[in-house]
């Protein structure tokens, strides 16, 4: 198991739709093994493929707070078959966008469906913030990132700052890990 570089924006990889994978192959396992990692590592509490710099639809989520048991989803070619008429709002944030935060509006409960890592079709009921970040990875397949919700301006002003800034925050990370 290794742990993955994170692509950070802006990058042409975080907004390019992804491909449904076809088959749970060893390639498959081993890259939801080092995506759990790299998520738990940065620590986050969800990845998805383009992240990594990977254009297929498999997302990684865990919830579970510091000191909880972990809860860990791995979910491929996810799809959301209903959504709650409540909508709330929540304040997001992205390993792909360090430290940028955007209040968006989504729906409070929705039910997914998946393959899971033995290749069988599961439906989860989610709400809260389990809801919230496999609405926010799944965006991330379709090259969705959460400051698509904020008007072009102040989208443009912080994908700048972050273009300027990638270097430094580049240089950090692989400091990190290699100390
Ligand atoms: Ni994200």
Same mark, same amino acid.
């Given at each position: ?57 498999? !997302?990684? +989520? @865990?919830?579970? /707070?510091?000191? $909880? ?9 996810? =799809? ?19 430290? !940028?935060? +955007? @209040?968006?509006? /989504?729906?409070? $409960? ?9 290749? =069988? ?59």
């Amino acid at each position: 198991m290794s742990l993955l570089p994170i692509v950070i924006a802006p990058d042409r990889r975080l907004k390019t739709a992804c491909k449904p994978v076809e088959q749970i192959d060893d390639a498959i396992s081993t890259m939801m093994q080092n995506m759990l990692e790299t998520m738990y590592d940065a620590p986050g509490i969800g990845l998805a493929a383009p992240q990594i710099g990977s254009n297929v639809r498999l !997302i990684v +989520v @865990d919830v579970a /707070r510091e000191g $909880q048991d972990k809860q860990p989803y791995c979910m491929v070619n996810p =799809e959301i078959t209903w959504k709650s008429d409540e909508i709330i709002m929540m304040n997001e944030g992205c390993l792909s966008l360090p430290d !940028i935060f +955007v @209040d968006i509006e /989504r729906p409070e $409960q929705i039910r997914v469906s998946f393959l899971d890592e033995k290749e =069988e079709t599961q439906e989860l009921e989610a709400d809260g913030l389990l809801a919230r970040c496999i609405l926010h990875e799944i965006d991330h397949l379709d090259g969705v990132l959460h400051v698509d919700y904020l008007s072009r301006i102040k989208r443009e002003l912080i994908l700048r700052k972050l273009s300027k800034l990638k270097p430094t925050l580049m240089a950090e990370r692989a400091e990190r890990h290699a100390s």
